[in-house]
């Protein structure tokens, strides 16, 4: 890959969101194909709704030229954990950066607009759940100052749940 690529990191608006859908469904496949079968999540199939409109919801795109590399997002959360969050907490989803793409900063860089973004809506408390087959995953969300607060052994998926206040 080219050192010098020029790479724009975007929020998404109403008017350009349908490669993001795309982007998302695609990495979703990726990561977990044994149990999306062609079923689309209610946050990308009402994306305004829950990333556009809502004051709680943000979805960041990077491109480099015209093709989105990375994706990440928050949304308000839905409290279907019990991990005593505070109310206002939003979750933290959909950070992919495509694996050519990997060790060049991207996925930090999209956090910290991610965060500055949060921190300019007034949103003080931030959620996101990982899985142990993700590699590196805990220990990168750790260096962007997640803290583990609950450790789920399931049938289905290891679950990592882990939270920040800005």
């Keep these: 890959m080219a050192v010098n690529m020029t790479l724009y990191y975007q929020l998404v608006g109403k008017s350009d969101y349908r490669s993001a859908v795309e982007f998302a ?6 990561l977990f194909p044994e149990i999306y079968h062609g079923q689309i999540p209610k946050d990308l ?3 305004e709704q829950h ?3 809502d004051p709680l919801g943000c979805f960041i795109t990077v ?3 015209n093709r989105i590399i990375g994706t990440i997002a928050y949304r308000a959360y839905d409290h279907r954990f019990d991990l005593n969050l505070p109310l206002n907490t939003v979750e933290v989803v959909k950070l992919f950066v495509l694996p050519e793409y990997r060790r060049n900063g991207i996925a930090t860089m999209l956090c910290k607009m991610l965060f500055s973004h949060a921190k300019n809506h007034a949103i003080t408390s931030l959620y ?3 899985h142990p087959f993700l590699p590196a995953a805990e220990e990168f969300w750790t260096l962007q100052g997640f803290e583990v607060i609950q450790r ?3 049938d289905t998926y290891d679950t990592i749940h882990m939270s920040k206040s800005l």
Excluded at 25 to 30: A, I
């Design 25 to 30: 469904l695609y990495t979703r496949q990726l």
């Design 45 to 47: 199939q009402n994306f």
């Design 51 to 53: 990333y556009v409109y």
């Design 63 to 65: 491109k480099d030229q």
């Design 128 to 130: 996101l759940h990982t």
């Design 152 to 154: 789920e052994w399931t």
